[in-house]
């Protein structure tokens, strides 16, 4: 594993987010949802693309805090454009877990 720099970590903008907005994203390669997220007044609604249909569906997201990268440039996934990337973690069949507080906090607060 590779040691990084506490000023590296920092340049890692992780920020909490609501899941205001979430569909089906049929035309991805791998079964996909399609996330708007606000993050608050400093950064507004962002997009993205996640592949954890095997635990969400787009109705149970809505209003579900996630926590996300907001830093990194946008990248086209298919037809839509990611804004963010949404953090999670493999359960033991290698499928995603959201990342997110077990507590409420307010959109944009930022990891640390």
């Known amino acids: 594993m590779a040691e990084i720099t506490f000023d ?3 340049k890692v903008d992780i920020r909490t987010g609501t899941v205001t907005r979430a569909e089906p994203y ?4 791998k079964p996909a949802i399609k996330l708007w997220i606000d993050f608050g007044p400093e950064i507004g609604e962002r997009k993205s693309s996640a592949q954890i249909t095997a635990h969400y569906t787009p109705d149970a997201l809505l209003g579900k805090q996630v926590i996300a990268v907001v830093n990194f440039p ?4 298919g037809k839509f454009m ?3 990337l949404v953090l999670g973690l493999s359960d033991t069949q290698g499928e995603i877990v959201l990342l997110s507080p077990d507590q409420p906090v307010p959109n944009g607060e930022r990891m640390h």
């Open 26 to 29: 049929p035309e991805a390669r």
């Open 74 to 77: 946008p990248r086209q996934i």
């Open 8 to 10: 590296d970590f920092l």
């Open 82 to 84: 990611s804004e963010c």
